[in-house]
């Protein structure tokens, strides 16, 4: 195989990898928060009234109790909510990565741990991230 043959070939493979959807239905089996008032301490970490899927919202808090070297009780939920990200970057870009240039439905977590805001971003289907330079969702209000 000559180099122009394999580059396009690996090209062909990376965007249809990029293309490429989950199987089953994303809100299938996912249980929602109900809503609550944060409570003021306790054990748990304080959850705030939001959509966020339970086990989603307590794989971030775990992250980020990791990232903070804190306990995930000490950990303070500020924010969560559904929000639609205007690419596959789910408002993470990192500079020279590709994304699908489609709306992403997803949530916006914001924590508080030892005095630090984390931000994480998430798709439908559980996949989140740690956003150190957050951009606001597409169906963010915008200041004119």
């Given amino acids: ?7 396009a070939s690996l090209a062909l493979a990376v965007a249809l ?7 089953g239905d994303p809100t299938e ?13 306790g054990n748990d970490p304080q959850l705030p009234v939001g959509e966020v899927p ?6 971030i808090v775990a992250d980020a109790a990791d990232r903070a070297g804190v306990r ?15 690419d596959g970057s789910l408002g993470c870009p990192e500079e020279g990565m ?8 997803g949530y916006r977590v914001v924590l508080e741990a030892g005095g630090d805001q984390l931000n994480f ?6 996949d989140f991230r740690f956003c150190e330079d957050p951009q ?3 169906d963010a209000p915008v200041d004119r």
């Fill in 1 to 7: 195989m000559n180099t122009p043959s394999v580059l």
């Fill in 17 to 23: 990898a990029a293309c490429a959807g989950t199987a």
């Fill in 54 to 59: 339970t086990e989603l919202l307590e794989a």
């Fill in 98 to 105: 590709a994304y699908t240039q489609a709306l992403v439905p």
């Fill in 72 to 86: 995930a009780q000490e950990i303070e939920v500020t924010a969560a909510e559904r929000v639609t990200w205007s």
């Fill in 121 to 126: 971003h998430s798709s439908e289907s559980g």
């Fill in 136 to 138: 606001p969702p597409a």
């Fill in 29 to 41: 089996g996912a249980s929602t928060m109900t809503p609550a008032e944060p409570t003021p301490s």
